[in-house]
């Protein structure tokens, strides 16, 4: 039950940092026609897509494509809020046609919210941001007693030499 924080911690983070890929494991970006050429420019792909989309919002992320024939991804966000917070938008778009592939609203943006609290201050507000970085500091030190950063090397273990940083 200790651990119960920790791994509340780490589970979250991993899901906020690898969010677009558990996303991609879901649905896979569509493969783009086998139109060949050179790739526009990233101010290009922007300018052509804050065309189509609208002033209401404004451009915050680009992703380039990570193969040929995959598209570029650009995220978007209202540039006023809404009742139930900020919209995002997340576009696909063809790098050489400057075709939008596809768009859609950030799904769960209240569920995002939920695990940024989550990982940030175990949902308890202020006072939870202290608990969390008391816990990173003792995740920290019990990565580092058993780690290279700073912990005894396997002979130093065997021999019982070497101290750990915290």
Known sequence: MAGLPLVLLGATGSILVYR???A???EPPPRLSAETGKPHTVA??????????????????????TAPGLPATLRLIALGDTENGRRVIGVLVDPVSLDVVSWRY???PGFRRVLVRLHGNLLMGRAGRVY?????LAMW???SADS????????????GEG????
């Open 24 to 26: 991609n494991l879901l």
């Open 132 to 136: 969390v970085a008391w816990l990173g």
């Open 20 to 22: 677009q890929e558990l």
């Open 141 to 143: 030190c019990s990565g």
């Open 106 to 108: 950030e799904a769960f």
């Open 148 to 159: 290279s950063y700073g912990g005894p090397s396997g002979a130093a273990k065997r021999t």
């Open 44 to 65: 290009q792909v922007i300018a052509a897509v804050q065309a189509r989309i609208g002033k209401e919002f404004t451009s915050f992320l680009y992703e380039a494509p």
């Open 163 to 166: 101290q750990a940083i915290c």
